[in-house]
Structures are given as C-alpha cells and as structure tokens.
C-alpha cells in the first residue's frame, strides 16, 4: 500500500457502495479470523477488534481503529483519524489532515498527503509523505515520536 493506491482508492469509493460488515456508517470486525470493509458513508466510523487481519478503507472525515490485530491495513481520504493499538502491523494511507496514533506496535507505517502521526512505544515508525508527483519522502521528525507531513505541530 504506497502512494500509488491512493489515485485507484478514491475511484472504488466512487464506483461502490458499502460492503462488509457495515450499516449507517459504521463497520464492525470484532472476534473473527479476517475482515473487510469498505464504508462509503460520510462520516465513518470503522473497528476492527481482536482479528488476525484487517482490511478497512472508507473516504473523507471517517473514524478507523484498529485494536489487538495482528495486521491492519487501512486506508481512508481526508481529514480521517486513524488509531491502531496492540497490533503487529498497521499500514495506514491517507489524506490531507490526517491524524494517526500508533501505540505498542511492531511496526506502524504511513503515506500521507498532510497530517500528523504519534508513534509510542512503536519498534518501526515509517511515515512518508506523498508529494503532488506522486513521489514519496521522509516525515519531519517533531520529536517526542511525532512525525508530521505539512509541518509539526
């Protein structure tokens, strides 16, 4: 999931409507093996809970969490706010003002457009912003474990 996924992820969101577990926009994946979902909805809200492996993505101005997984991997448009807890793996794309919190991960991994990202108590905090040419670089390193695309905070 790199920079490349995000021009094809607002075309799915166009062309389809919710699938998964999801009604009136909210999506839940708790105690089973695998998930997925796509939420359409304006706002969204999206769980994903004690699972082997998550596959959430929904547009603008949605919620996801990602909690005692083994692997996340998500995606929303703008303005999201994205948090995943206890997992192995979280790889998350967004947007522009995303806000994403990894805490007690192995690794946490993010392409974003703007936003900020607070990694705690993570082995691998990986943020790249994506530039209007669709290359990639490096996060500013704020400090603190935060890491922002846009300037810190």
Do not use: H
């Not at 997925?36 to 082997?52: N, Q, R």
Request: proline share 3%; with cysteine.
């Amino acid at each position: 999931m790199r920079a490349t996924w995000l021009v094809p992820f607002a075309f799915v969101l166009v062309a389809c409507g919710n699938s998964g577990p999801c009604s009136g926009g909210r999506c839940d994946c708790v105690d089973t093996n695998d998930c997925a979902f796509v939420c359409t909805d304006t706002p969204c809200v999206g769980t994903c809970e004690s699972l082997s492996t998550c596959d959430a993505a929904c547009g603008d101005a949605c919620d996801l969490t990602c909690d005692s997984t083994s692997e996340c991997d998500l995606s929303c448009g703008d303005a999201c706010v994205v948090d995943c807890r206890s997992v192995s793996t979280c790889d998350v794309a967004c947007g522009v003002d995303c806000a994403v919190d990894c805490t007690s991960l192995s690794e946490c991994r993010v392409q974003m457009i703007a936003g900020v990202v607070r990694c705690e108590s993570v082995s691998n905090c990986d943020v790249d912003c994506v530039l209007a040419d669709g290359s990639t670089e490096p996060a500013e390193d704020c400090g603190g474990g935060v890491r922002a695309c846009g300037g810190c905070p």
